[in-house]
Each structure stands twice: as structure tokens, then as C-alpha cells.
């Protein structure tokens, strides 16, 4: 039977941190057991934020290291960088003259971006959505394992392939949102403002490539409060947070052991973080290190991606002929 296409894509604009791990790459390693996964790092997305370009190489080094740190397997999933795959820039070409303007300017990614940057509201970050559905489409995926902030890009992606096959001809699938566990659907930053994310907040997110003591520091500094006063009370949102951390790092008795210190009101909040952060130390331990290890064998790197760029191109090349033919490109 043929498997059900997966993409998904990391930008290399900073450290890959937790969010990016339970929200992302966590589905993607058991993804690639059963799917044909194309996993890739956004540089070309990377590019509207204006980086150095002396620092692209060792980003987009590091987000491939981490992510094989991470568990996934590059003889299962191809692993690229998007910049390889000159179809997808072909592709996004064509989306674009199926993207209303209207529509782009209403996209909250993109407002908050004006809002963040409003000397560089360049094209790129208008149609950054395009670009992002030409990942998509150009495998025909079915499913992409992203966080929550992701949705809107995917509902996006579905218009284009809609248009598109209306327009053209069916070519495309509509790729759906997936996830295993829809608790790590947005992982919060740990001030309780806002989420985990590569530029903000960074005392309050924790990387896969932070150490030990600073891991330690961050949790412990953690937002909590003074504790329920009613018995099974609801959990504001940076309580529930540091259960959903602990679900994923600690042994089921520990979690058991504090929900229902939670639930009976006797909690101690410094007692569990610090449990939390020995636990979130040693899962990350070896991530850390294994990533460090990766991102220094620039052979193997390029290896990888030039092996990941070939698999890439041989499924996007036949999706580009078809886009071409149904679009009436072919003159000869
Ligand atoms: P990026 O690089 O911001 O994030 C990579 C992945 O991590 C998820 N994520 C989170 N999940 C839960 N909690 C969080 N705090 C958190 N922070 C980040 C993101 O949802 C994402 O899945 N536009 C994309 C990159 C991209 C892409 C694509 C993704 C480009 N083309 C095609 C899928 C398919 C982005 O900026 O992700």
C-alpha cells in the first residue's frame, strides 16, 4: 500500500527549543516510521527577517543536527534544506497568482510581524503563507505535523490547492493539521507569556542545546502562584503547562504524585520544579549533546543534505511537470 505523504519545516532563525520539539518534531519522529516524510529546513522563509548572511550556513546546520539529535532518521525521512528544491520556488510562483492581496494582508502571522518589524514589511513576509503552501504541495502531502500557531498557514494551503485544481485540474490533495497529542499543541513560554519561541521570550524557553544549570535556573524561575483553594480546581494556564512539561519528561507516577498533590490543594510548587527541572536536564542531556557532536562533522551534514535534496527533487520534479502541463506550460 502507498504511504501517506508528510511534510513538515523548521525555520533556521535560532535555537530549536521545546516548542519546537513536543509542538513539531516529536510527531515527526514516529511520522517517519509509517509515512514517507519530507522534513526541511525553512531558510528561504528565514530570509524576511533580514539575516546575517555569515550566520545562514550554521543555522541551517544546526536546525538539520538537532533534528537528527532529535531521532529522526535520514534513511526513513528525507531531511533538506527548502533552498535545494528549486521547484518549490517555481511553485510558489505560480500560488501567488492565486493569492488575493486582501487575504494575505488579514493574516495574523503577518500583522504581528508589521507590528514587530515595520522597517521590513517586505513582499516575502506578505506572501509568506505561499511560499509555505508550495512546501506543502509540492509532494502532494496529506498531513503536517505543526504546533497550533501553524493553523491558519495550513487553512491557507487548502484555498491555494482548491484554486488551483478548480482553476487547472486536480493535482492536489487539501494537507490537514496533524499531531498525536494535542496537549503539545502549544507549548507556553514559562513567564506564562505567550509561547515558546526561537526570538522571544528567551529566558522563559528552553533550548535543546541549553545545559544543565541553565535549564535548572529557567524552570525554577517558572511562573507559579500560591496554589489552588479549592479542591479540583481548574489549572491557569502556566500550572498546566509545567503538568504538560512534566507528562512528557517524568515517570507517570511522579506526574500522578503532583496532580494530585494539585488536586487536594497541599502542592508545593518549588518541590515539583525541582523535580521538573532534573528531569527536563537529563531528557535534554543527550540531545544536546549529540546535536553538538552533529553540527561539527560538516561532512556528514552536507552528506545528509544533499542526499535529503535528491529524494526531495525526485517528488517535486513530477508534481512541477504536472503544475506546468495543467497550467498550459509546454511549448515544445
Ligand atoms: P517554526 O520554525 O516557527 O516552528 C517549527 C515548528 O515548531 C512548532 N512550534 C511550536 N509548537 C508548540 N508550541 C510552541 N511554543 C511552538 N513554537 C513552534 C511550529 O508550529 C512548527 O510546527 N512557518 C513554519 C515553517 C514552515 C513550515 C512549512 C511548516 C515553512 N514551510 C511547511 C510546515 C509546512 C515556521 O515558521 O515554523
Do not use: W
Not at 223 to 231: L, M, Q, R, S, Y
Amino acid at each position: 500500500m502507498k504511504k501517506e505523504i508528510v511534510v513538515s519545516g523548521i525555520r533556521s532563525t535560532g535555537y530549536l527549543h521545546l516548542g519546537n520539539y513536543f509542538g513539531a518534531i516529536q510527531n515527526y519522529v514516529k511520522m517517519q516510521e509509517d509515512h514517507d516524510c519530507y522534513f526541511f529546513v525553512a531558510d528561504y522563509h528565514s530570509l524576511t527577517t533580514h539575516p546575517d548572511p555569515k550566520d545562514l550556513k550554521t543555522n541551517v546546520y544546526r536546525v538539520v543536527a538537532e533534528n537528527i539529535a532529535c531521532g529522526i532518521d535520514v534513511n526513513k525521512a528525507a531531511l533538506y534544506a527548502q533552498s535545494d528544491v528549486p521547484e518549490i520556488p517555481e511553485l510558489y510562483l505560480m500560488l501567488n497568482m492565486l493569492a488575493y492581496k486582501g487575504e494575505l494582508e488579514k493574516v495574523p502571522t503577518f500583522k504581528d510581524k508589521v507590528r514587530q518589524q515595520p522597517e521590513n514589511v517586505n513582499a516575502g513576509l506578505l506572501t509568506y503563507p505561499v511560499l509555505m503552501a508550495a512546501d506543502i504541495l509540492i509532494h502532494r502531502a496529506a498531513k503536517v505535523p505543526v504546533g497550533k500557531d501553524q493553523e491558519q498557514h495550513l487553512e491557507m494551503a487548502r484555498n491555494f490547492a482548491q484554486r488551483f485544481n478548480k482553476r487547472y485540474g486536480e493535482l492536489f490533495p487539501e494537507p490537514e493539521v496533524f499531531r498525536y497529542n494535542r496537549d503539545t499543541v502549544k507549548i507556553m513560554s514559562l513567564d506564562g507569556e505567550g509561547k515558546m519561541s526561537k526570538s522571544e521570550n528567551v529566558n522563559a524557553t528552553i533550548f535543546l542545546s541549553d545545559d544543565d544549570a541553565t535549564i535548572r535556573k529557567k524552570i525554577m524561575k517558572a511562573k507559579t502562584d500560591a496554589g489552588p483553594a479549592e479542591p479540583n480546581s481548574e489549572m491557569p494556564e502556566y500550572i498546566k503547562n509545567l503538568f504538560v512539561l512534566m507528562q512528557m519528561v517524568s515517570a507517570p507516577d511522579v506526574t500522578a504524585t503532583y496532580t494530585s498533590a494539585y488536586n487536594n490543594c497541599n502542592i508545593r510548587y518549588g518541590d515539583m520544579k525541582k523535580q521538573l527541572a532534573e528531569d527536563m536536564a537529563a531528557f535534554v542531556a543527550p540531545i544536546r549533546e549529540k546535536a553538538a557532536a552533529l553540527q561539527k562533522d560538516e561532512v556528514l551534514i552536507k552528506k545528509i543534505l544533499r542526499q535529503g535534496a535528491e529524494k526531495a527533487r525526485a517528488s517535486a520534479g513530477k508534481t512541477i511537470s504536472e503544475a506546468r502541463r495543467l497550467i498550459g506550460i509546454s511549448y515544445y
